[in-house]
């Protein structure tokens, strides 16, 4: 029973950690690696040749905007075949 209470506690400390993150509007570069789901390393790469914004208020902790995060996640959306054909239609129409 006492391993289920900790196992328990562990969750809910997970669970209250994502809380916290998802209301903070400026998260740190540990925070952000977490949030995006990559390593703290390879954040710092993106960060170092400019692939995705980041401020350095002291020119040595990044800190990151969530809502410019959830930007850079939702840049270069693929579209769908359907959205293809209609661009592709609509093009033929103008073109024609």
Not at 37 to 44: D, I, W
Not at 59 to 78: A, H, P, Q, T, V
Request: aromatic content about 6%; proline content about 2%.
């Amino acid at each position: 029973m006492g391993m289920e209470i900790l196992i328990t506690l562990q969750n809910i400390e997970k669970l209250l950690k994502a809380q916290n993150l998802q209301q903070r509007e400026v998260l740190t570069l540990e925070e952000a690696a977490e949030y995006l789901s990559v390593s703290e390393s390879h954040l710092y790469k993106l960060t170092s040749g400019k692939e995705i914004p980041c401020s350095k208020p002291t020119g040595k902790k990044l800190y990151f905007k969530r809502e410019e995060l959830n930007e850079w996640m939702l840049s270069n959306r693929i579209l769908t075949n359907n959205e293809v054909d209609k661009q592709a239609s609509a093009y033929m129409v103008a073109n024609l």
